[in-house]
Structure formats: structure tokens, C-alpha cells
């Protein structure tokens, strides 16, 4: 959703998380969780390898990165929310 910021004369972006799906993506080493621009579908990956900078010394497996990613999400949404910019992207990698 895309609000206009009276102060300054321009169109601010409203990206929301109400999925809490994320899945990881064994080939890409990678987990991914979407998040929604009115009805436009946003796909993020986060790099496993950032992950586990936030937590040093889990594991490398599906469960142990999705575990940090569980951990942590908040602090990774608000790293996708101003790693967004709108506009026709519709992919974006956190690493």
C-alpha cells in the first residue's frame, strides 16, 4: 500500500509480512519469506551465511537456519522493509 507523506509531497511504501511461511531453499542456500504491496506478492531470501553471522556457531542444516530465521525474524523484516524500494522488483536478496 502506497500512502502519501503530506511533509513531503511523496508516495511512501507500505510493505506487510502477514504470512509467516518461510522455507529453505537447500540449492540456493537460502531462506525465503514473502511479504505483500497491496496485492503484489514480494519474494525475499535471506542468505543462510547472514544467518548465521547473527547466531556463530549454529548449524548448517534446514532445521538449525530456519531456527535462527525464527529467532531473528523481526529483526530480518525490518531489514527487508528498508532494503524495498516498490516498483516492478519483485525479488530481493538479504545478505
Same mark, same amino acid.
Given at each position: 500500500?502506497?500512502?502519501?507523506?503530506?511533509?513531503?509531497?511523496?508516495?511512501?511504501?507500505?510493505? !506487510?509480512?502477514?504470512?509467516?511461511?518461510?522455507?529453505? &531453499?537447500?540449492? #540456493?542456500?537460502? %531462506?525465503?519469506?514473502?511479504?505483500?504491496?497491496?496485492?503484489?506478492?514480494?519474494?525475499?531470501?535471506?542468505?543462510?551465511?547472514?544467518?548465521?553471522?547473527?547466531?556463530?556457531?549454529?548449524?548448517? !542444516?534446514?532445521r538449525s537456519?530456519?531456527?535462527?530465521? &525464527?529467532?531473528? #525474524?523481526?529483526? %530480518?523484516?525490518?531489514?527487508?522493509?528498508?532494503?524495498?524500494?516498490?516498483?516492478?522488483?519483485?525479488?530481493?536478496?538479504?545478505?
Amino acid at each position: 500500500m502506497a500512502l502519501l507523506d503530506p511533509a513531503r509531497q511523496k508516495l511512501i511504501t507500505v510493505l !506487510d509480512f502477514p504470512n509467516p511461511s518461510r522455507s529453505y &531453499d537447500a540449492s #540456493r542456500h537460502c %531462506v525465503c519469506f514473502w511479504g505483500y504491496d497491496n496485492s503484489r506478492e514480494i519474494t525475499f531470501m535471506v542468505d543462510d551465511a547472514m544467518l548465521r553471522n547473527l547466531q556463530p556457531g549454529v548449524g548448517s !542444516d534446514e532445521r538449525s537456519v530456519l531456527g535462527v530465521f &525464527d529467532e531473528f #525474524r523481526e529483526k %530480518v523484516l525490518e531489514i527487508a522493509k528498508k532494503q524495498y524500494v516498490g516498483g516492478p522488483q519483485n525479488r530481493y536478496s538479504i545478505s
